[in-house]
């Protein structure tokens, strides 16, 4: 690329989305002999609108109508969330060598705001959650925090052992490693930070190929996350009944092709000036771990977990409170902070995308995208562990070795069967501007 570099200034809007095959497998180089330095300076503006039906565990009893002849348990719908936000994302790509590339993102959410109503048919009068009499796990309609601020940084290093551009017959590799760090304020029920607090590790392998005026691409990734010991609501208790401490780690893979009506390379291959349409479908599968739900801040801010007269009817306890201390076993927490065990879960997903380079310095790119995250239950902490030396089949507050059984962050009016919460699925929609200026 040249060395004269342009400046741009942003002026439309609009989650980030998979990436285009010009981004997954182009990578910045330096210290070639015509071209000692490449580096994209770019700002995109993603909005996205996340919406989901939230059912509910019930033991459905002969006697009421509608259930069937003999007991079971059955889900109903309960809950209906959405979510939109607005967020602002800062690049910087630039080489450090041969196909070597350095990148960063500084990312901004702008707005962000999760609200929960009653699904369709249900209110007071029949909700298993916020009845008109009884006790309430948390109330409905339920707004969460309207949250902004500086989230979590990432950093990553690109390189690409095979670039069709210096060797036209070979295809396009890139190997990606980029570590995000827990650098926002940690999202809490009662705040309005959006940092996740932790560590996270993605590893992907991208490889593409330009045909005349199309160019496939594939590519496989991973995305690993851990909590920050330090600052995070995934909290390890040091109990060895506790079955999971973080996020599950996510395995996925995205194809497409992007398609070229005008594309007018430099002299040495690179793009240069082009108009490009890119379509694709992304699937991935999240292991089972524990997460920030569509009920997050619900559970964690629940006044029932504050308040001594809010009781179980399941057992003598807060509502969304679970307390380890009985028998003189080992403390734990006291109330929920909106972190739940989740089941494994798949997403797939699709997106189309306009790139526009009509002068060197400077690209125009607008993206739709559309996912689906597939069923699963939101709320499936298992009881304990069984740690007795040799085992009982018991799970024991006090076990012959002294040792609290118990799961430090199960709760079971909402993790016991047949009052566990599950997603019937989630649509997630979104759009993206972004502007890139280019050296």
Not at 120 to 132: C, I, K, Y
Not at 406 to 430: A, C, L
Request: hydrophobic share 40%; charged share 20%.
């Amino acid at each position: 690329m040249s060395t004269k570099f342009r400046l741009f200034i942003p002026i439309l809007l609009l989650v980030a989305v998979p990436a285009s095959s010009a981004e997954l497998t182009t990578v910045m180089s330096a210290a070639d002999k015509e071209d000692p330095f490449d580096g994209v300076l770019s700002i995109s503006y993603d909005w996205q609108l996340r919406k989901s039906l939230i059912s509910r565990e019930f033991q459905c009893d002969p006697t009421i109508a509608g259930c069937p002849s003999q007991p079971m348990i059955v889900t109903r719908p309960e809950l209906k969330s959405q979510r939109v936000s607005h967020n602002m994302n800062i690049d910087l790509r630039f080489g450090l060598y041969h196909d070597l590339e350095l990148n960063i993102r500084l990312p901004i959410v702008i707005q962000d705001q999760l609200n929960l109503g009653f699904a369709t048919g249900v209110d007071r009068r029949n909700s298993q959650v916020d009845p008109g009499l009884g006790r309430s796990l948390f109330e409905v309609p339920n707004n969460g925090q309207i949250r902004s601020g500086f989230g979590d940084m990432a950093i990553g290093i690109r390189w690409a052992p095979l670039v069709q551009w210096r060797q036209p017959k070979h295809p396009n590799l890139v190997f990606d490693v980029t570590y995000t760090a827990p650098s926002g304020k940690v999202r809490e029920a009662y705040n309005t930070a959006v940092g996740m607090g932790l560590h996270q590790l993605h590893i992907e392998v991208a490889a593409s190929k330009l045909w005349r005026f199309i160019e496939p691409y594939f590519s496989i990734f991973s995305d690993l996350r851990f909590p920050s010991p330090e600052r995070t609501l995934f909290t390890d208790y040091g109990a060895e009944a506790q079955i999971l401490t973080g996020p599950g780690q996510k395995l996925g893979m995205k194809m497409g092709a992007e398609w070229f009506p005008w594309r007018w390379p430099r002299k040495d291959n690179k793009p240069g000036q082009y108009l490009s349409i890119d379509t694709g479908l992304a699937m991935s599968y999240t292991f089972r771990g524990r997460e920030a739900t569509d009920l997050f801040e619900a559970l964690g801010s629940s006044s029932c977990a504050s308040n001594p007269a809010c009781l179980s009817s399941n057992s003598l306890k807060n509502m969304a409170a679970y307390d380890r201390t009985l028998a003189g076993a080992q403390g734990g927490p006291r109330s929920l902070n909106g972190i739940t065990d989740v089941s494994a879960y798949g997403t797939i997903g699709a997106w189309a995308g306009i790139h526009l380079q009509s002068i060197q310095y400077f690209e125009v790119s607008l993206l739709f995208m559309y996912q689906r995250e597939l069923p699963h239950y939101l709320t499936t902490a298992v009881i304990g562990k069984d740690l007795s030396n040799p085992r009982d089949g018991r799970i024991e507050y006090v076990n012959a070795n002294g040792a609290n059984e118990f799961n430090p962050v199960y709760n079971s009016d909402i993790d016991e069967p047949g009052r566990r919460f599950k997603s019937e699925g989630t649509n997630i929609f979104g759009v993206m501007v972004r502007l890139s200026g280019k050296i």
